[in-house]
Structures are given as structure tokens and as C-alpha cells.
T-cell receptor, first 115, second 116 residues
Framework: AQSVAQPEDQVNVAEGNPLTVKCTYSVSGNPYLFWYVQYPNRGLQFLLKYITGDNLVKGSYGFEAEFNKSQTSFHLKKPSALVSDSALYFCAVRGAYSSASKIIFGSGTRLSIRP | EAGVTQFPSHSVIEKGQTVTLRCDPISGHDNLYWYRRVMGKEIKFLLHFVKESKQDESGMPNNRFLAERTGGTYSTLKVQPAELEDSGVYFC??????????????FGEGSRLTVL
């Protein structure tokens, strides 16, 4: 069965510091991995995805994520956090041979950046 | 270009009443999805339309939930009768076929349902 775990409900970081939001997954076969962000009173917004190729993928707003097959992880990172990065972040996965319907989301991690 | 729009943004009803949520996808997006987030937990898949056809409805919790997409444009999700555990945020998402194959979805702002 497919699953996604986001072990941290909340991550607090000072502005200008690097940030990491953790995600681990379980899926049969090769994974398609995604990060979505939800700003207050907004819908979820696609941030980045890993399908194949380079393990380090770059997305919107300076975010990047690293696919680690051996650790089944897809952590979201940013070298220097901004207050405007404060939002709810969701990791998602589906198996390469699953239908597009079967995208499994994590429970979300609230990122809080203090000035 | 307009994004995915959902109505109402918030609905408060009593147990046993009926509620209908509406989703207008981005024009031209054949794929339409309904998801639900309950009590701050994970976002769970409910069902997937391709045009007017239900491609996958394996996530629908029970027969109190009915989704339709007549004409392949907007979709409605009806809950009848509503129960307390139905409270949550219902998200609609759409995607064109090319992006749907790799899971890149465009979400609406969600409809928050509170059942008292």
C-alpha cells in the first residue's frame, strides 16, 4: 500500500536560515513524488515534482527537494528562509504504474518563519 | 485564466441535513478530482472524473456521498444525510491530460463543511 509520512507537524525556522521539511514514503515500484504548498485561505499549489532523472529537483520560490531512494525520502529544502514561506506544506506520492487518481498526500507540515 | 473555483467556501449544517458542494475546474481540464481533509489529517482522495465519467471512485466513504459531473464541466458533491464525521475541508482539483499522468494538479481553495 502507498503511504506518505511527514513526521513533523510544525517546523520553526528563523528568517535567513536554511529549512528542511521532511517526507518519507512507501510505494510499490518507482515513485512519483510531489510537494504542494497551501498559503492561508488559498488552495494547494504545486511546488515541485520528481519523476525521474536527477535526484535534486528545483521548484518554485527557491525550493528544492532531494530524492533518496535508499532512505525512501523526499525532503523539501531551501537555503535561506523567508517570512513569506510560512505556510502548510504537503508531500505526496504515487507509484509510477498507478493511475493518476492514486496520489497519496501526507498530513502536512506547518512551516513558521520568524523574522 | 480563472483557477479552480469552489462554492460555498464554508457551510454549517446540522446532522441529517443535505449539502451540495460545487466545483468549477479550469476550462479545458478533462480531469477533475475531489479530495477531503478531516481534522488536520492527511488529504484523502475521494474520486476522479475524466470528462463526465467516473474514472475512480474508490475513495468515496459511503453511499451518503454522491458526485456528478454532467456535461463534463462543473462537478457537484452531495452529502445526504450529513453526519458529524463528514466535517472537514473538501478540495477540488483539475488537470489537463498531460499533467494528470504525472500527478500535477490545480486545486481550488476548498469548501469547509461543519456538521453540528
Amino acid at each position: 500500500a502507498q503511504s506518505v509520512a511527514q513526521p513533523e507537524d510544525q517546523v520553526n525556522v528563523a528568517e535567513g536560515n536554511p529549512l528542511t521539511v521532511k517526507c518519507t514514503y512507501s510505494v510499490s515500484g518507482n515513485p512519483y513524488l510531489f510537494w504542494y504548498v497551501q498559503y492561508p485561505n488559498r488552495g494547494l499549489q504545486f511546488l515541485l515534482k520528481y519523476i525521474t532523472g536527477d535526484n535534486l529537483v528545483k521548484g518554485s520560490y527557491g525550493f528544492e527537494a532531494e530524492f533518496n531512494k535508499s532512505q525512501t525520502s523526499f525532503h523539501l529544502k531551501k537555503p535561506s528562509a523567508l517570512v513569506s514561506d510560512s505556510a502548510l506544506y504537503f508531500c505526496a506520492v504515487r507509484g509510477a504504474y498507478s493511475s493518476a487518481s492514486k496520489i497519496i498526500f501526507g498530513s502536512g507540515t506547518r512551516l513558521s518563519i520568524r523574522p | 485564466e480563472a483557477g479552480v473555483t469552489q462554492f460555498p467556501s464554508h457551510s454549517v449544517i446540522e446532522k441529517g441535513q443535505t449539502v451540495t458542494l460545487r466545483c468549477d475546474p479550469i476550462s479545458g481540464h478533462d480531469n477533475l478530482y475531489w479530495y477531503r481533509r478531516v481534522m488536520g489529517k492527511e488529504i484523502k482522495f475521494l474520486l476522479h472524473f475524466v470528462k463526465e465519467s467516473k474514472q475512480d471512485e474508490s475513495g468515496m466513504p459511503n453511499n451518503r456521498f454522491l458526485a456528478e459531473r454532467t456535461g463534463g464541466t462543473y462537478s457537484t458533491l452531495k452529502v445526504q444525510p450529513a453526519e458529524l464525521e463528514d466535517s472537514g475541508v473538501y478540495f477540488c482539483a483539475s488537470s489537463p491530460q498531460g499533467l494528470a499522468n504525472t500527478g500535477e494538479l490545480f486545486f481550488g481553495e476548498g469548501s469547509r463543511l461543519t456538521v453540528l
